[in-house]
């Protein structure tokens, strides 16, 4: 064997839910554990990078589902860049080694980590739509976490492609 071993040199980089359900708004987890495109893709022997939860670190595990607008505030952003800061400076490392980063799956519908799609609506805090029809909709464009993270990597020079796992399984 030689200095890389048996090395494949390929990381994927995945939304914190994907790989445990538990950290989704209470209501939302549809799979038990790990999401079943984290198994397909490690079957093909590539290293996992687990991005943090935004939503869960910022308001913790007893919060509700809220919009990209909600999201979509320099607070929420701050926060984004610290989380991933770290991250982004190992796929750097990893990318500066040899290693290839197959890609970002987030997670559409997500207000922070969707890639396609998102969740928008906010309706200025009307406390009687809690028990109404839902006033938000899934609508196109990322989330603000994964806009965070595509603005970090292009000032990295990173060019790592985005994917998006729908919701449902």
Same mark, same amino acid.
């Given at each position: 064997?030689?200095?890389?071993?048996?090395?494949?040199?390929?990381?994927?980089?995945?939304?914190?839910?994907?790989?445990?359900?538990?950290?989704?708004?209470?209501?939302?987890?549809?799979?038990?554990?790990?999401? &079943?495109?984290? +198994?397909?893709?490690?079957?093909?022997? $590539?290293?996992?990078?687990?991005?943090?939860?935004?939503?869960?670190?910022?308001?913790?595990?007893?919060?509700?589902?809220?919009?990209?607008?909600?999201?979509? !505030? &320099?607070?929420? +952003?701050?926060?984004?860049?610290?989380?991933?800061? &770290?991250?982004?400076?190992?796929?750097?490392?990893? $990318?500066?080694?040899?290693?290839? @980063?197959?890609? !970002?799956?987030? @997670?559409?519908?997500?207000?922070?980590?969707?890639?396609?799609?998102?969740?928008?609506?906010?309706?200025?805090?009307?406390?009687?739509?809690?028990?109404?029809?839902?006033?938000?909709?899934?609508?196109?464009?990322?989330?603000?976490?994964?806009?965070?993270?595509?603005?970090?990597?292009?000032?990295?020079?990173?060019?790592?492609?985005?994917?998006?796992? &729908?919701?449902?399984?």
């Amino acid at each position: 064997m030689g200095e890389q071993g048996e090395r494949s040199r390929k990381v994927v980089v995945f939304a914190h839910c994907l790989l445990n359900v538990n950290t989704k708004v209470h209501g939302l987890a549809i799979y038990p554990a790990v999401h &079943p495109v984290v +198994r397909e893709l490690m079957s093909e022997d $590539v290293g996992v990078i687990q991005l943090p939860c935004p939503e869960a670190a910022f308001l913790g595990m007893r919060r509700w589902g809220m919009t990209r607008e909600q999201y979509d !505030v &320099p607070a929420f +952003r701050r926060h984004g860049h610290v989380l991933l800061e &770290p991250v982004v400076d190992t796929l750097a490392a990893l $990318v500066d080694d040899g290693c290839e @980063v197959v890609g !970002v799956w987030g @997670v559409d519908g997500s207000p922070s980590c969707g890639v396609a799609r998102t969740c928008a609506g906010y309706e200025g805090g009307d406390m009687d739509r809690l028990c109404g029809p839902p006033a938000w909709s899934h609508v196109p464009g990322e989330g603000v976490f994964m806009a965070v993270l595509q603005s970090m990597l292009a000032d990295r020079g990173l060019e790592i492609s985005f994917h998006a796992v &729908p919701e449902e399984v």
